[in-house]
């Protein structure tokens, strides 16, 4: 895996070992006009340097971005299919990510949309939530926003959003510490491989199916 670069404000990270995606490469910008597609520009020039399959990939052609029936995002490159893609709006920062293989999903989660009158039985079953709370020490909202953004990652891997799932019908596993994040699974209720990292405010998660 390449190392990381800096392009402006925009830091690219690789996730080397996330199953059937790999690679998959992930960043975020400021959110705004344009943002998705300079994000998405970006990440399609990464992931040409590590993956060979995508290696020709920003000479297609005009890069587009466009949305299936349930709102999953497609990208085009001069009107042909590019690598899968995901995005995830959290504060001012616009997160998106490409895999090489497969069908990704990312999810920011922010702590401050968990406050104490949140509805935590509603979205996290009792098992996921124990071991959440007691890998966030007993925070609260890290626990929930750890648990939201695997699941909403997953959903968004499974291009069903919340459309047809329900959280509750989702649990999540932790597995093991992987880089500066923990590897996961989440039962979707078959099985989709995630990983998840803290950021300042909440969890950023990437799902792979
Ligand atoms: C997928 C979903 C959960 C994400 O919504 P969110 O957390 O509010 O917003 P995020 O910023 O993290 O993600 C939004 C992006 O997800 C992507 N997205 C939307 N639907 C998607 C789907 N079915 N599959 C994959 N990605 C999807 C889009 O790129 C979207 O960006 P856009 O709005 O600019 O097009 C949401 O769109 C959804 O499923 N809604 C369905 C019903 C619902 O709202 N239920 C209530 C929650 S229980």
Do not use: N
């Not at 996290?124 to 909403?152: I, N, V, Y």
């Not at 596993?173 to 039962?187: F, I, Q, S, W, Y």
């Amino acid at each position: 895996m390449a190392p990381r670069v800096f392009l402006h404000l925009t830091e690219i990270s690789g996730l080397p070992r996330l199953g059937p995606g790999e690679p998959v490469i992930y960043a975020a910008v400021e959110k705004g006009e344009g943002a998705r597609e300079f994000l998405a520009a970006r990440l399609v020039d990464a992931l040409a340097g590590v993956a060979p399959e995508w290696s020709e990939a920003s000479s297609w052609g005009g890069l587009e971005v466009v949305a299936g029936p349930l709102g999953q995002p497609f990208l085009q490159l001069g009107g042909r299919p590019g690598p899968s893609i995901s995005f995830s709006t959290a504060g001012d920062l616009l997160w998106a990510a490409v895999a090489a293989l497969g069908q990704v999903g990312v999810d920011a989660a922010r702590e401050e949309d968990f406050s104490a009158s949140y509805p935590f039985s509603r979205a996290f079953g009792p098992k996921e939530w124990d071991w959440a709370r007691r890998h966030c020490q007993g925070q609260t909202a890290s626990a929930a926003a750890l648990l939201w953004a695997a699941k909403e990652a997953a959903v968004k891997a499974r291009g069903v959003g919340f459309h047809t799932l329900d959280p509750l019908d989702l649990e999540v596993v932790l597995l093991a510490p992987a880089g500066e994040g923990r590897h996961l699974m989440v039962r979707a209720p078959e099985p989709v491989t995630a990983w998840a990292r803290p950021l300042a405010d909440g969890w950023l998660a990437l799902a792979v199916v």
